[in-house]
């Protein structure tokens, strides 16, 4: 079981916007930054955001990150069918000295 | 550009031992650290440790301890990590990742950096 709980999927159609959540608790994305990566199946996973909201250069802003207390979530506005691919989250765990992942979420373009 | 390539997918025995290579390009190899994390068929990623090119030392994931080793070889700008005692729950993709803001000079805390960009990942099979 992964640490962060993800939904297992979600889905839009082209042009909508979807939000994919990611929970956490007080060790983990409640005392640190919340980074998500995206993941298309035989490529290598690709850093999306970071520090919670920050987008590495050439990430469009389609994409935004926020963060709340132990919870935090990516949108992704516009939906493009190039969008369709495995999120993840990822925060460091103090308690566990670990970096932990959500479960990822598959999103489908309709 | 930024660049990490990996060794080729392996086969191996329960029981025995697998070195994974990741070798990097496009930057000072010896200036940030190297993450190891692995995705089973059909779970989650999960982070195995990581290692200091510059000096070689590392930090493991607790559940790891006494199975991995990570090492470097700074002449040809290569981390490997090599697991032993294998069993069928270490059949899994592997990869590499160089972290995207912590260097070996300057880390300000642990989990305030990121894995930019990963390797193109190894999958490793165990079976008999």
């Known amino acids: 079981q992964s640490v962060l709980t993800q939904p297992p999927s979600a889905s839009g159609t082209p042009g909508q916007r979807v939000t994919i959540s990611c929970s956490g608790s007080n060790s983990d994305i409640g005392s640190h930054s919340v980074y998500w990566y995206q993941h298309l199946p035989g490529t290598a996973p690709k850093l999306l955001i970071y520090r919670n909201y920050q987008r590495p250069s050439g990430v469009p802003d389609r994409f935004s990150g926020s963060k709340s207390g132990t919870s935090a979530s990516l949108a992704i506005s516009g939906l493009r069918s190039e969008d369709e691919a495995h999120y993840y989250c990822a925060a460091w765990d103090n308690s566990l000295g670990v970096w932990v992942f959500g479960g990822g979420t598959k999103l489908t373009v309709l | 550009q930024v660049q990490l390539v990996q060794s080729g997918a392996e086969v191996k025995n329960p029981g025995a031992s697998v070195k994974v290579s990741c070798q990097a390009s496009g930057y000072t190899f010896s200036v940030y650290y190297i993450h190891w994390l692995r995705q089973a068929p059909g779970k989650g990623l999960e982070w195995l440790g990581w290692?200091?090119?510059?000096?070689?030392?590392?930090r493991y994931a607790q559940k790891f301890h006494g199975r991995v080793t990570m090492t470097r070889d700074t002449s040809i700008n290569t981390a490997y990590m090599d697991l032993s005692r294998l069993t069928s729950d270490d059949t899994a993709v592997y990869y590499c990742?160089?972290?995207?803001?912590?260097?070996?000079?300057?880390?300000?805390?642990?989990?305030?950096?990121?894995?930019?960009?990963w390797g193109q990942g190894t999958l490793v099979t165990v079976s008999s």
């Open positions: 290692i200091n090119p510059n000096s070689g030392g590392t």
């Open positions: 990742a160089k972290d995207g803001y912590c260097t070996t000079t300057n880390c300000p805390g642990i989990g305030e950096n990121w894995f930019d960009p």
